[in-house]
T-cell receptor, first 113, second 112 residues
């Protein structure tokens, strides 16, 4: 079975401050990890992924994520948050050859001007 | 726009009616997925196509649900005899092989 936990329902951060959204996962085998962002009444937009290689992955809009195998985590980070980053963020996991993405419940990020 | 396209964006239907949703994936993407998202939850996998073959179905996909991808291009998801519990956002996604999936904007279904 594969699953994702996003422990915080909402993350509040002041504009210009660093933003971190936490994700831990559980899979049998090597994980493929993804972050998506969802704006109101919109579909999910792909931000970044980790398949293999460097543990620090850079993605769209200045976001990055760090894969930590020992802690089974894949936290999303942005050095300086913008008000426009306010949205719902989803972490997802699957394994090679498995076509089902398992999503977390999502984290609402609120960036305060 | 070359992204994944879903139609309609919104559908309100009476309980017991049948509904059909359409998804047009990104051209040349051979893989197509359907997910369902309810309020406050992440998307849940429903089914997966590789070209025209439906290779995987979730237990969530009851016998009232059927999906097709007849020519390996667009796909349809039909729900028969809708129930209030079917109210959700239905998301379609596509990918070029074993890579990240790109999602459409979804069809929001409300069963009254």
């Amino acid at each position: 079975a594969q699953s994702v936990a996003q422990p915080e329902d909402q993350v509040n951060v002041a504009e210009g401050n660093p933003l971190t959204v936490k994700c831990t996962y559980s899979v049998s085998g090597n994980p493929y990890l993804f972050w998506y962002v969802q704006y109101p009444n919109r579909g999910l937009q792909f931000l970044l992924k980790y398949i293999t290689g460097d543990n620090l992955v850079k993605g769209s809009y200045g976001f990055e994520a760090e894969f930590n195998k020992s802690q089974t985590s894949f936290h999303l980070k942005k050095p300086s948050a913008l008000v426009s980053d306010s949205a719902l963020y989803f972490c997802a996991v699957r394994t090679y050859g498995n076509n089902r993405l398992a999503f977390g419940k999502g984290n609402q990020v609120v960036v305060i001007p | 726009d070359t992204g994944v396209s879903q139609d309609p964006r919104h559908k309100i239907t009476k309980r017991g009616q049948n509904v059909t949703f359409r998804c047009d994936p990104i051209s040349e993407h051979n893989r197509l997925y359907w997910y369902r998202q309810t309020l406050g939850q992440g998307p849940e996998f429903l089914t997966y196509f590789q070209n025209e073959a439906q290779l995987e179905k979730s237990r969530l996909l009851s016998d009232r649900f059927s999906a097709e991808r007849p020519k390996g291009s667009f796909s349809t998801l039909e729900i028969q005899r809708t129930e209030q519990g079917d109210s959700a956002m239905y998301l379609c996604a596509s990918s070029p092989g074993d890579s990240e999936a790109f999602f459409g904007q979804g069809t929001r279904l409300t069963v009254v």
